[in-house]
């Protein structure tokens, strides 16, 4: 049965969007943000020799640096202020979100409410600070010891001053990007630090399409070729959109209670569990393990010295389209679909509350059956939302390496660009209804008040 929300939001159209002031506030004030995003993406970082490092990176493009670039929006390709982008605080996030399960202490303050959640979001911006200034510092030894043969040296003036600057600028710049992202999520519209990542992908978005016309034009793809990976493209967006907004719905029945001399009906909801309860982060985990032998490789140099000739091989076996480095990512992402759905969801604390607000599931007796019950229904969804996850990751991959197709967006950047997407238009959405909640209210205001005057 539709819902009158769901309702509602049918009939919305340009005329209640056009009347939603506060609404197009926040959009220019979120698009605004966006773009000085995209600014600090080509301001690039001091000291740097840009032709060295742009020719040193062509040559690491294919291992983390080039995933990381992606995401950045370019940004690590012009080693810019935002090359680390907002990374740090999602590494800082997930590692705060598995302690919290782990830690007593943690997960007390997660029990405390909004004062708890406002202690943990500090331990995390702490955390990004630490992460932020080991990659800056890092990255600053790497530079320095880097060079790109006929353009030189990429560092021009090596030396403590050079490390402390990069370490402030790299530091600085990814505070200054979960700020603005917290800005935007609190005056804007949707997940600021989503958004952030979102920007960084769909940048090379028309790039991508204008080489993908190009080659059409130029013959080296049919006609026929490139309108059938264009409804491709789309067929598997729409999959990714179906699969995101699936749901399994367990039916929860509240027993009847008496309130004074009157017998209230007992109520039903529904507990939802998501098909993928894990995200994007089984791709992001996976992809990371899996070019860390690569990056270490080509940071050692793919051709010199005996000891680098077991990570030669490594690479070679694990090059993008090998059949052990797809087999690897479906293999990994699977794990890391059910190792954070567990870390997400736990069966037992929500049997317990269910029980603790007098609510069951007909034909499941309280307490530890429900968290079995719970526990074996998550198992089994989650395996095919699992399966999801590495399908989709895998497809793109086996398209660009055997049927030679240039297919831009990749299993990750696709994922997060179709569920920002989904969140930012739920949020448009909502918006909107109160906007126009907003303008019954007050019409029966203004009615109320009229009928009383008529009477007086």
């Not at 049918?10 to 506030?25: D, P, Q, R, T």
């Not at 090379?204 to 016309?213: E, H, M, Q, Y």
């Amino acid at each position: 049965m539709v819902s009158a929300a769901e309702q509602l939001a049918s009939n919305l159209n340009f005329g209640a969007f056009a009347k939603a002031e506060e609404l197009k506030k926040r959009l220019w004030f979120t698009l605004g943000a966006l773009l000085v995003y995209r600014l600090g993406t080509f301001i690039p970082l001091p000291g740097i020799n840009a032709a060295a490092f742009a020719e040193a990176f062509k040559a690491q493009s294919s291992g983390i640096l080039g995933m990381f670039n992606m995401f950045a929006g370019g940004a690590v390709e012009r080693l810019a202020i935002f090359a680390l982008n907002i990374m740090p605080y999602i590494s800082a996030s997930i590692i705060i979100q598995i302690m919290t399960s782990v830690s007593p202490k943690l997960e007390a303050l997660k029990k405390e409410g909004e004062s708890g959640r406002k202690q943990i979001n500090q331990y995390t911006r702490y955390l990004t600070v630490v992460l932020a200034a080991l990659q800056a510092y890092g990255i600053a030894i790497g530079l320095e010891g880097s060079s790109s043969g006929a353009a030189g040296a990429i560092v021009k003036d090596p030396g403590w001053f050079f490390r402390f600057s990069t370490v402030i600028t790299l530091v600085g710049g990814t505070m200054f990007l979960m700020w603005l992202g917290e800005q935007i999520t609190q005056r804007g519209v949707g997940n600021g630090i989503s958004l952030i990542i979102f920007a960084g992908i769909v940048a090379g978005l028309p790039a991508a399409l204008a080489g993908l016309f190009e080659l059409a034009r130029a013959g080296s793809i049919s006609t026929p070729l490139l309108f059938g990976l264009i409804i491709l493209m789309l067929s598997v967006v729409a999959a990714v959109v179906f699969i995101e907004r699936a749901q399994r719905r367990l039916l929860i029945q509240y027993p009847k209670r008496q309130v004074g001399n009157r017998m209230t009906q007992g109520e039903a909801s529904h507990l939802p569990l998501k098909l993928n309860s894990a995200g994007v982060i089984p791709p992001i985990f996976a992809s990371s393990l899996l070019l860390l032998p690569i990056t270490a490789a080509q940071f050692m140099g793919s051709g010199g010295g005996q000891g680098s000739e077991w990570l030669n091989t490594i690479v070679a076996s694990l090059g993008m389209g090998q059949p052990l480095h797809m087999l690897l990512t479906a293999a990994l992402i699977i794990f890391f679909a059910f190792f954070y759905t567990a870390l997400v969801f736990n069966p037992k604390e929500t049997a317990d509350n269910l029980r603790k607000y007098g609510g069951f599931l007909p034909g499941i007796r309280p307490g530890e059956k429900t968290a079995e019950y719970i526990d074996y229904v998550l198992t089994r969804i989650t395996f095919v939302g699992a399966l999801y996850l590495a399908a989709v990751c895998v497809l793109p991959e086996f398209l660009v390496s055997y049927a030679a197709l240039p297919f831009y967006f990749g299993g990750t950047s696709l994922l997060i660009a179709v569920s920002v997407t989904m969140d930012t238009v739920a949020q448009i959405q909502s918006h909107l209804l109160a906007h126009q909640y907003e303008g019954l209210i007050k019409k029966a205001k203004l009615r109320g008040a009229t009928n009383n005057r008529g009477r007086r």
